[in-house]
Structures are given as C-alpha cells and as structure tokens.
C-alpha cells in the first residue's frame, strides 16, 4: 500500500492542503502521527479534513493538552496560550475524534509513536544516543518505526548491533529501507524546525519499502495573518516564515 506519512500538522490548514495536493493520486492511505492541533489557527478545519481521508492517526502532547491529558504547565507560555485558546475554539465532535486516538500503535512491520517507542507522548529523538537508547524498545516483529514530534525528518538507520546512524535525506529521492531496523521522522506539515519554512512529508510504500521525503511551500503569510487576527503569541507567528 502507498502511504502519505504526515506528522505536526498543529492546526495549519494552508500547509496540510499544499501536502495534499502536492501528493495527489500518489497514496492510498494517511499515517498521521500526532499533534494536529496546537499553535496553528485551524484546529476545526485540520480534524474535519483529516477525517475525510481513509486514515490511521495517533494524538501528540499537544493534542493531549487540548483534552486535558497533559498538565499544560509542561509547556512554554506561548504553546500554553495556543493551547488554551485551543481548548475554546475546538468543536464537541472535533473534541471526541482526538480523544479517540492512541500516542502509540502497532502496523507490523511498523510502530507507530508520536514521540518515541519508551516515552510514546513526550521524549524527543534529536541525536543518535537517543536514537540507540530507543531502538531498545522495539520488538522484532517491528523493526520499523515512524515518529513525529521533534518537527525535524530524519532516518536513524540501526546498521548492525552496534552501530546507529544518520541517512542522507534528499528531497524528492527513495531510500530503500532494506538493511538492518529504521527510526524515520518525515518532519513537521504545519511547523519544520529544521531551518525550512516549507510543509514537509513523506510516502512510504511498505511493500516496496521505500521511503519519499517532501517538502512543499504553502502560503505562510495567509497562516500568519490568521494568527494575527485571533492574537497568537508573536514569536509563535514569526518562527513559521523562518522554520524554527
Ligand atoms: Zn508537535
């Protein structure tokens, strides 16, 4: 089956369309792997297309929040306030669908985990000792394993038994995921960390088994302004036309 991969889409319509209609006809199914709403202005219009699509989708920390499942202490001011608005400007239905969801779930060969396989809702696997650490808590029969959260797409590739590193990510091109256990990350829809403004995601299609990762420009400033109107924090508007 082909798979769009998408993760962190937090509520950021303009970004989730551009993915969709830079992939069309391209996959048959949405893995979603957590935090849909959180910082964007679209929390509503995120979960209703979402729900449109043949999909399997897992909740993030900021999803959690939302529901009330996360102290919302644990995050910074500005995540709290969009968290908090959130909470307000999220439908009933809406509310129910992301309660439905688990941070963690099994589609052998794969594992699904918004954050990581020890800590499904909160760790962040940024560097290979994390990465190593984790690869731990795989079970054989999934030696693949999909995360979000850190808004960062990287492929940790387990080699061997003692050896764990960093593929090459180029965008546009397959990797063949055929030596040894994986840990990819297909980066962030609504929100890149990585320096990059664009929309990232990935195609997977697990019986060729090989991995697409994407990045697509949307229209950042229609986001922005959106934010503006409803008087998001201004570091949380600014850092999306720079990708941090
Ligand atoms: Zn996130």
């Known amino acids: 089956m082909r798979l769009l991969v998408i993760s962190d889409i937090h509520a950021n319509l303009p970004a989730f369309e551009a993915v969709l209609n830079d992939s069309k006809g391209e996959w048959d199914r949405i893995w979603f792997l957590g935090d849909l709403v959180g910082y964007g202005p679209n929390p509503n219009e995120c979960v209703t297309l979402l729900r449109q699509y043949d999909h399997i989708a897992l909740s993030g920390n900021h999803d959690w929040a939302v529901l009330g499942k996360l102290d919302i202490n644990a995050f910074n001011p500005d995540a709290r306030t969009a968290i908090e608005w959130t909470q307000t400007a999220l439908e009933e239905d809406n509310r129910t669908f992301l309660d439905s969801l688990p941070p963690i779930r099994t589609q052998t060969p794969f594992l699904l985990a918004h954050a990581s ?96 990762y994407r990045r697509v420009e949307y229209p950042v400033e229609e986001t922005q302004e959106q934010m503006r109107q409803l008087k998001m924090p201004y570091r949380l508007v600014a850092r999306l036309q720079y990708g941090w």
Not at 135 to 157: R, Y
Request: with cysteine; aromatic share 10%; proline share 7%.
């Open 117 to 212: 396989p020890r800590q499904p809702v909160w760790e962040y696997i940024l560097d290979v000792q994390t990465a190593i650490l984790n690869f731990a808590h795989l079970e054989i029969e999934t030696p693949f394993c999909l995360v979000g959260h850190t808004h960062n797409p990287v492929i940790f590739q387990e080699v061997d038994s003692n050896r764990v590193v960093f593929r090459e990510l180029t965008a546009y091109r397959r990797t063949l995921l055929d030596k040894g256990r994986y840990i990819i990350n297909p980066g962030s829809v609504g929100q890149p960390r990585d320096s990059d403004p664009r929309a990232a995601y990935a195609l997977l299609d697990n019986e060729a088994m090989s991995w697409e």
